[in-house]
């Protein structure tokens, strides 16, 4: 009989056990899922801004890539530097008056990536999503601000930094993809193309529907700055030819004219991609669409 006692005592103590674990092991209903949240255009619409509002940050659009690092070009002057630029070493002054600050160029990097990481979340979550595979055309809208937005954080690094590194999906949770070395600004502008091409075929005109207006990303808006990559793309660059040397898809600058500053230095060289005229062809013919398509109301 004590045996029979000990055996029920030890299957009830079981079962304590097993649903204790099972009270215990609970998700919190305000936790959302990439599985769940994709598949609700709200929620999705919210993602999106979440990425938009990165573009305000101070290190980015919000003050120090747009006012402080942009200005003196050889478009604009600003005034206010000292006589020799030299013996005035401010890490917040444009080109004309540039001091390396790593404390700004690291924070400049990280934001930067950030909202790169944000995009390609949000990029992968939808695409994975049933409400975009099934022609939610509300869903394809988002897909191509997603795309526009990390293909703009991508054009931003390459564009300051050259080779980078790259890669068009999300990080891994395991960060088993994060670690990883520059890949060749050839390679990148040629991912950001495509999904700039992709992205345009999901996106209305400015005014086509109430909410895209001058401050969302429009048809026009990826047009516009699919014809400013490719014209980066196809365009003259600093290249390390000890990293990547020139071959038979680069082009090395003649400097025919011994233009200063176009000369090679040690391992350094400017070269451009031999297909140049493909990019520089899409950029005309986005801005001739920009301008000539009918269904454009505000060309």
Known sequence: MKKYNLLYILIAGMMLCTSCSDFLDTDSPSEQSKENLYENEGMTRSA?????????????????MSVNWQGVSDIEQASGYQEDPATDKTSDSGAANYWCDWYNKTLQWGYIFKM?????????GIRASKAFNSGSVAMKRYMGEALVLRSLSYFELVRRWGDIPFKEGMSNSDLSNVYMGKINRDSIYSCIVKDMKEAIDYLPWVGELADYNSERITKGFAKGMLARIALFAGGWSVRDGKEFPAGANVER???????????????????????????????????????????????
Request: charge should be negative; charged fraction near 20%; include cysteine.
């Open 48 to 64: 999106i801004m979440g990425v938009y509002s990165e573009l305000a940050g101070t290190y980015v659009y919000g003050q120090k």
């Open 116 to 124: 790169a990481e944000l995009a390609s979340t949000a990029v992968d």
């Open 253 to 299: 600058y003649p400097n025919t004219e011994q233009n200063p500053g176009m000369e090679e230095v040690g391992e350094y060289y400017i070269g451009r991609p031999s297909n140049w005229r493909d990019y520089y062809e899409i950029a005309e013919q986005q801005c001739a669409e920009i301008i000539g398509d009918p269904e454009n109301l505000i060309s």
